[in-house]
């Protein structure tokens, strides 16, 4: 997945990502098991440099 924007404010204030481009991005893979019990596993990153491996679990039964 991918995902940008940009923050426009005429005003800076205390936000550091004012008039700034912004993106994100990941990989994910969704596991479907029996009864509708889904596995997600993503990893994922954006501009500041943070990033990290997400798991979720839900069951639709």
Known sequence: F???GYVYKTSRGENNL???FIYSGGI???VV???DFVIK???S???LG???LYLHQ???F
């Open 50 to 52: 943070e990033n990290g």
């Open 33 to 35: 098991t029996y009864n």
């Open 45 to 47: 990153f954006n501009r």
């Open 18 to 20: 004012t008039n700034r």
């Open 28 to 30: 994910g893979l969704d």
């Open 2 to 4: 991918v995902n940008s």
């Open 41 to 43: 596993i993503e990893w």
């Open 58 to 60: 839900r069951n639709d």
